[in-house]
């Protein structure tokens, strides 16, 4: 049986390098081309950035929801043994960068419905250029 390892790439761009791609890819919309994010890589201008996004807590609750994949945002706090409220704060941040999914689960709707957090890669692959 043959395992799939998905990754996401991190790559750290200068400025410059940054807007270049942005350029490219305004000139491609204009020509009617419509460059599609994959959702597997994200771009950071340096090293400080990456590490402020990717805290070491962060990477646990990466690997905490890959692992036991939790029901409830509930459950993943008690998981890592964290208040609901810091888990809720760091949860939305690594939403908004990609890297974590929420979604409702899918009970009636006469029933409270829990965010359930995922992780839909098993490897992050950074890249950084000398």
């Known amino acids: 049986m043959k395992i ?4 996401v790439q991190i790559e750290i761009k200068s400025l410059d390098d940054f807007a270049r791609d942005v350029d490219k890819t305004i000139n491609a919309i204009k020509a009617g081309l419509h460059p599609k994010y994959d959702g597997k890589k994200l771009v950071f201008p340096n ?21 036991n994949n939790p029901s409830s945002i509930y459950e993943l706090a008690k998981l890592m043994k964290k208040d609901r409220r810091n888990v809720l704060k760091d949860l939305r941040y690594l939403e908004g960068t990609g890297l974590i999914h929420v979604k409702k689960d899918a009970k009636p709707k006469s029933q409270r419905r829990n965010l359930v957090p995922t992780v839909n890669f098993s490897r992050i692959v950074v890249g950084i250029p000398i």
Request: glycine content about 0%; hydrophobic content about 50%.
């Open 47 to 67: 090293l400080d950035v990456l590490r402020k996004v990717l805290t070491p807590e962060r990477i646990r609750m990466l690997q905490v929801i890959r692992a």
């Open 4 to 7: 799939e390892i998905k990754e």
